[in-house]
């Protein structure tokens, strides 16, 4: 909906409101009609758990990637204190983009679920199909990619990167989530196409 | 309620706050001291909190004259403490221990107020203690027990319990005097603690956006707005900062001895220096890489912890863009915000310990998590439901269940972790009776006790630098201790240091930093020196010899003590 609704238009709400009401008109979700509030809410939680699993590897992958940085100082400007102990890296603002990206991935990820059930004849059924699909990937790849990286001993190199094959085995996980969903997003529009 | 209920509850409290003490306090605190000593010579206690106490104690502006890395209020409280008891580490360390029971405690009473279950509040505080205070990582690295790093503890982050008090109840009853409390924490909490009093005052402006946002959401969804409480938000917000600014204010006039009205650049130059000083060039950085070569199988927690963090502040913006935002959601997302910013402390050294700071806001949300799932909304349309909202079916049963499930899954971690069977604490008395008294640093004060034979000639030789720097400093001669027990030394001897940096060669990083160190020592230098005929460790050997050489250029060698060599200005 763009602009403030029918019952509060008028006094209030020009200017600079309206733009804030057209805004947040934008960004705006609604629950789909024919699931029941407490399904939809759970179906929610388990697609935020997916696009919240598949972000954090992908983050981590991402600063075990750009991991260390040049140092500002040249290391044999350095004390022996200070080689022992300054490793500068990326991982903090990669990681701050990574949560930002997260949050972003959640929303559209919502919005996505909320368009696909509004569409859908069956919409409830769908969603406890959807719910479990995407708890099931979350928990999945999430736990994958644990035992991975637990599982596996890499060789990082002297400047303390990972082999480009490594970071493959330690993305696959993830990207198979992604496929997963993808291909169920793929059946469950044929679904509701199909279904008058 | 009746009396006798409501007298039943508060009993039933205090007897937990009471478990809390006996949990966490010490009744060997000399012994524990002793402990930090032999391992750690308090080097991390100097740099939080001891060397900038120490400095102001002698008339140094904190952020001006003197390096205050976490924050300026723990030294101020320390010293305002030290009417009622010594300054020294020992009482810095009990002091520590004494608030973390204090936080824990209150960490009981926030969740008990937020789940409504003292079962679930009493799970989620074992929880917590089981993953800061008694987290097993702390055993794992040979740790007698975190207060060895107080930055890792409670102290890093000291208002967050309040905090986030102070916040439930203004979600709830949108009281005008919550938010200004609220604000005022912040304030406490930026003058405490600089980074984590940052991390507060982000999630206390996100928590007004979303209150702001929460209302238009809401009129977009042509939904009941969350009830106002207050007909001007904005002027109570204005509050909350205002109450935030005057107790920041006030404590840094305090800390800068006035330097903040007559050099204010410098004092806020200093004061955010704390946090990028070391940042700025990586020193301490671990990398993810060497979390996955050295921990790898213990990634599955801390990906398990920030998950839970990153998933409550999408709930919470999902409940708010659909209009649909509660209390209880938007408390959440705050204490999953916070936990994120938190997660960064471990981002930067990603050593499994730094998790410890994280453990609070874990808590919260896992009881919060129970709490909802123990609680089946009940659909007032379906004829099963009772008056009192509930659905007798399967959804009781476990809201029966679930609260006793934590219990004993939390105080089974807790009691199996190998860091809480090795803590000195009452229960580990009553088993295992008190440890040995041994030989004290300061044994006419008790303190620093516990050290074994081994440690007999350190022990002389420190008493004997520490009497020979006060007859010195009493002398009017300005004295420097070349040395890693720098300030220890100091605090001691309550003399003034020469430099108030807490290290002479853990901070000292740079060829050019060795240089102007050096050049210090030279004729403005100091009257007398304190320094080791041979280097204390082998990363800093190469600034002990830069220091060595300006001092024999510099300086006339005295009677030594014991492995202190003593130099005296050349007249």
Redesign the interface.
């Given at each position: 909906m763009r602009g403030p609704p029918s019952g509060i238009r008028g006094r209030g709400t020009r200017g600079l409101d309206r733009f804030g009401y057209d805004v947040l008109g934008l960004l705006r979700a609604s629950e789909p009609p024919g699931v029941p509030h407490e399904l939809y809410w759970a179906s929610v939680l388990a697609v935020l758990g997916w696009a919240v699993s598949l972000g954090l590897q992908a983050t981590v992958l991402s600063m075990i990637v750009f991991g260390p940085r040049a140092p500002a100082v040249a290391p044999e400007l350095l004390t022996a204190m200070g080689r022992a102990n300054v490793r500068p890296e990326w991982e903090l603002p990669v990681f701050a983009v990574g949560c930002l990206v997260i949050m972003a991935a959640c929303f559209l990820a919502v919005r996505v679920w909320s368009a696909l059930l509004a569409e859908h004849p069956s919409a409830a059924r769908e969603a406890v199909r959807g719910a479990a699909l995407h708890a099931g990937l979350a928990v999945a790849s999430g736990f994958a990619f644990v035992v991975l990286s637990a599982a596996v001993r890499f060789d990082f190199g002297s400047d303390g990167r990972l082999p480009g094959a490594a970071v493959g085995r330690l993305a696959a996980p993830g990207l198979a989530a992604l496929l997963a969903w993808g291909g169920y997003h793929v059946l469950a529009r044929r679904r509701s196409r199909r279904r008058p | 309620m009746s009396a006798m209920r409501r007298a039943g509850r508060g009993a039933a409290d205090a007897g937990v706050v009471l478990l809390i003490f006996c949990t966490l306090a010490t009744p060997a605190i000399s012994f524990l001291a002793g402990r930090v000593f032999a391992i750690d010579g308090f080097f991390h206690w100097d740099h939080f909190v001891m060397a900038p106490a120490l400095a102001w104690r002698h008339g140094m502006a904190l952020g001006v004259e003197a390096y205050s890395e976490y924050g300026v209020g723990w030294p101020l409280v320390l010293n305002g403490l030290s009417s009622f008891v010594p300054f020294s580490h020992q009482s810095a360390l009990q002091l520590g221990i004494f608030y973390g029971c204090v936080v824990h405690a209150g960490l009981y009473l926030l969740l008990v107020a937020l789940s409504g279950s003292r079962m679930l509040a009493i799970a989620g505080t074992a929880l917590a203690l089981f993953l800061g205070p008694f987290a097993p990582s702390v055993a794992r690295q040979g740790a007698p027990t975190l207060w060895m790093w107080p930055s890792l503890t409670v102290l890093r982050s000291p208002m967050d319990v309040w905090f986030f008090m102070a916040v439930s109840f203004h979600a709830r009853n949108r009281r005008a005097r919550s938010a200004i409390l609220a604000g005022a924490l912040v304030g406490l909490a930026l003058l405490l603690e600089t980074d984590t009093g940052l991390f507060l005052a982000i999630v206390f402006i996100v928590y007004g956006l979303c209150l702001v946002?929460a209302e238009?959401?809401a009129?977009?969804?042509?939904r009941a707005p969350l009830p106002r409480g207050s007909r001007r938000p904005g002027l109570v917000f204005a509050g909350a900062f205002a109450a935030g600014v005057s107790v920041l204010l006030a404590g840094w006039a305090v800390a800068s001895h006035g330097a903040l009205f007559t050099r204010p650049g410098a004092f806020a130059a200093g004061w955010i220096t704390g946090m990028t000083n070391t940042?700025?060039?990586?020193?301490?950085?671990?990398?993810?890489?060497?979390f996955?070569?050295h921990h790898?199988?213990e990634?599955?927690w801390p990906?398990a912890a920030?998950?839970a963090c990153?998933?409550a502040?999408?709930?919470t913006?999902?409940r708010l863009?659909?209009?649909r935002l509660d209390a209880k959601s938007l408390i959440a997302g705050c204490v999953g915000l916070y936990g994120?910013a938190h997660?960064?402390v471990f981002?930067?050294r990603?050593s499994p310990l730094r998790l410890a700071s994280s453990a609070i806001p874990l808590a919260i949300l896992a009881v919060m998590a129970v709490g909802a799932a123990r609680r089946p909304?009940a659909?007032p349309s379906d004829p099963r439901t009772s008056r009192s909202g509930h659905r007798p079916v399967a959804g009781d049963v476990i809201g029966r269940t679930l609260p006793a499930l934590a219990l004993a899954a939390s105080l089974l971690l807790l009691v199996s972790s190998p860091s809480f069977q090795a803590y000195p604490n009452l229960w580990r008395m009553l088993r295992a009776g008190l440890p040995p008294a041994g030989i004290a640093l300061f044994p006419g004060r008790g303190e620093i006790g516990g050290l074994g034979p081994e440690r007999r000639t350190q022990v002389r030789t420190l008493r004997a630098v520490i009497r020979d720097v006060e007859r010195r400093t009493r002398r009017g001669e300005r004295v420097a201790v070349v040395d890693p027990h720098k300030t220890l030394i100091f605090v001691a001897a309550d003399a003034l240091p020469w430099r108030s940096s807490p290290s002479w060669?853990?901070n000292?990083?740079?060829?050019?930093?060795?240089d102007r160190l050096a050049r210090s020592l030279g004729p403005s230098g100091p009257d007398a020196v304190f320094i080791r005929s041979r280097a204390p460790s082998?990363?800093?050997?190469?600034?002990w010899r830069t220091l060595h050489d300006a001092v024999a250029a510099h300086y006339a060698q005295s009677q030594p003590i014991g492995v202190f060599e003593v130099w005296e200005r050349r007249r």
């Open positions: - | 946002l238009r959401f009129v977009l969804a042509e940042t700025g060039i990586g020193v301490g950085a671990l990398p993810f890489s060497w996955l070569q790898g199988t990634l599955g990906l920030v998950g990153l998933l502040v999408a709930w913006m999902t863009v659909h209009g994120v997660w960064t981002v930067w990603t909304r659909d060669f853990a000292t990083w740079t060829l050019a930093d060795a082998r990363v800093g050997s190469d600034v």
